[in-house]
């Protein structure tokens, strides 16, 4: 072993013993290992950065960002509506996100397919209550088990048909992956269903702040359309359609007001309903129902193209020019132009108009306004301005845009007419462009910490490749797998690529791995299928840490988890495809 290859071997064992120890925030871990290895020359100064430009690092940023816009629309959460009253228990649960992921990414390439489900899951876990790092896990590795069900699935398995045909003359076809495949993605979905509870307690992502700052009481005011299909519904299919998380406080009809209205009083056209309930579910049941919020016509000025509408919540100051006041009687639109879309006050049940409710200090306010101007039209008001969050009453629209959208990009990748980071990053452009996300939202939905890391790690991880390392390993391995019967030269590569696909990725993997696998079935006189077959599954594979898979990586800041909560549930599942696996690959693809 040479001197560079020491040092390259030292660095990421002191990295990866780091990431397991927890002490230090991991990308803070992969910006020291980089600067060491600079130092020390086994990366070279002017490749430091490369990371950064990576495949990798655009599809994990640009896949959060049409996440976000897909949620953002409310598409999904309209579909999981019809399938939520089956979903009771966090392990029915469990089971129909897992499943589905899985089944996706046969088909399309899985980071899609779990960008796609993320948004749902996170719907899943505001209503039950239930953490979503218990999901998003089991989500990322159901699409990386789902990714070895066909060709298309994952990289490694068209790169592996690519050596394949360079050996054989012939490639792996579209489903000779499959009844390998399928089996494993089988077992490991049962697993999953019950394994889900060896995750640590507790984890929480970024969603926590909005949890903190929940506020259950706003009370908002919609007018009911005539093509809103509540006309001729009651009350009480309001409050199903809404999951029971939105309350009518009155019906004004006529300008007569009808206070706590029963559950069979039927709500017609032009009425106006006071609502009450947390902001999201507000929202929902407005865009579901079809209802107009009482201001959504009068739409703040904006100076500049570049402007941006939005809301804040605030709240009202002691010293508030609002206190005893109306947004009637002090005219809040015409004067500060400003919407009030809800109002909260702590322990009282609001059944007036908005407009004419008497304002007082500490009640929590729903403003919608221009962006650029609302933090001095706040100062005007007297108003404090709460934790920045995502609020979606007012500000979310109904649209399958960014659902086509991600579906034309997945459609592109799985047609090989673009890669997948052009693919994904040409998405969030359109998104952005057309106005389903906005600016602003985009650079805060991408998890910068997770970015750092990996920019940082792969010039890490790329040295030990340029060192040699990668063939002193291709020689130990070739060593050791001549002193075994087949069936344990099969484990023996399906377990190094799962061991090594972390230090690079699932695709150089197979590249380093591949002509090993094929040269050491031909050197014992076997067919080179079944061992292609292991590197393949094993590259895909990788459930021990969150850096070896992009899918890994994209739930890690999402759910809060840590680099060593992925050894807990991966290293039970990893065992799993080697007993399914191995057998299934003897089976289909024989080694004579």
């Not at 950065?49 to 599809?59: A, E, H, K, M, Q």
């Not at 929902?284 to 919540?313: F, M, N, Q, Y």
């Not at 403003?367 to 009453?393: F, S, V, Y």
């Not at 890391?453 to 130990?476: F, H, K």
Request: aromatic share 6%.
């Amino acid at each position: 072993m040479t001197y560079p290859q020491i040092l390259a071997f030292a660095i990421v064992a002191g990295m990866m013993a780091l990431f397991v120890w927890g002490r230090f925030r991991y990308d803070v871990v992969a910006a020291a290992s980089l600067l060491i290895a600079v130092l020390v020359g086994i990366v070279p100064a002017d490749k430091a950065f490369t990371g950064f430009s990576d495949d990798i690092v655009i599809i994990v940023a640009s896949a959060l960002l049409v996440s976000a816009a897909v949620a953002k629309s409310g598409v999904l959460e309209a579909g999981l509506n019809r399938i939520a009253p089956y979903l009771r228990t966090t392990q029915i649960q469990i089971v129909a996100l897992v499943a589905i992921v899985t089944l996706l990414s046969s088909f399309v390439k899985n980071i899609g397919a779990l960008a796609m489900m993320i948004p749902v899951a996170f719907q899943i876990a505001r209503r039950t209550g239930t953490p979503p790092s218990s999901f998003l896990m089991p989500m990322a590795f159901g699409s990386l088990l789902g990714g070895i069900v066909t060709l298309v699935g994952t990289s490694p398995n068209i790169i592996v048909s690519r050596v394949r045909e360079e050996l054989l003359g012939e490639p792996f076809r579209m489903f000779d992956f499959t009844p390998v495949g399928a089996g494993i993605a089988l077992a490991g979905v049962i697993f999953l269903a019950f394994g889900y509870r060896l995750l640590p307690k507790g984890r929480k992502g970024a969603a926590s702040l909005d949890e903190a700052l929940n506020i259950k009481d706003y009370v908002t005011e919609a007018r009911v359309p005539a093509d809103s299909e509540l006309v001729g519904l009651t009350v009480a299919d309001l409050r199903r359609m809404a999951n029971g998380e939105v309350k009518v406080a009155a019906i004004i009809r006529n300008e007569t007001r009808s206070s706590s209205p029963l559950p069979d009083a039927t709500i017609r056209e032009n009425d106006v309903l006071i609502l009450e309930g947390e902001s999201d579910a507000l929202e929902s049941a407005v865009a579901r129902a079809g209802l107009k919020l009482s201001r959504e016509h009068r739409r703040p000025e904006t100076d500049e193209d570049s402007d941006e509408i939005g809301v804040i919540e605030a709240i009202v100051g002691p010293n508030s020019v609002l206190i005893d006041l109306s947004a009637e009687r002090i005219a809040l639109y015409r004067r500060f132009q400003v919407n009030l879309l809800a109002v909260s006050r702590s322990g009282v049940r609001f059944k007036e108009r908005l407009r004419a409710i008497i304002l007082r200090p500490g009640d929590v306010l729903v403003l919608q306004g221009n962006l650029k101007k609302l933090p001095d039209t706040l100062k005007d008001l007297g108003c404090l301005p709460l934790a920045e969050r995502e609020i979606r009453l007012g500000n979310a629209r109904r649209s399958l845009l960014p659902l086509g959208i991600l579906a034309g990009a997945m459609a592109l990748v799985a047609f090989n007419i673009l890669p997948v980071a052009i693919a994904f990053f040409g998405a969030g452009v359109l998104l952005v462009l057309f106005g389903s996300i906005t600016l602003r939202e985009a650079y805060e939905t991408i998890e910068w910490p997770i970015i750092v890391m990996l920019g940082a790690l792969i010039p890490v991880s790329e040295a030990i490749r340029t060192t040699g390392g990668t063939d002193l390993i291709a020689t130990w391995l070739s060593a050791a797998a001549h002193m075994l019967p087949p069936t344990g030269a099969l484990v023996l590569i399906m377990v190094a690529a799962m061991a090594v696909t972390p230090f690079l990725n699932n695709a150089a993997t197979v590249l380093v791995m591949a002509p090993i696998a094929a040269s050491f079935a031909n050197q014992l006189g076997f067919r080179p299928d079944a061992f292609l077959m292991a590197v393949a599954i094993g590259a895909a594979c990788d459930f021990l840490t969150p850096i070896g898979h992009q899918c890994n990586t994209l739930v890690m800041g999402p759910g809060g988890y840590r680099f060593g909560d992925y050894w807990r549930l991966g290293l039970p599942l990893s065992i799993i495809v080697i007993v399914v696996g191995i057998p299934l690959i003897m089976l289909v693809w024989p080694l004579q």
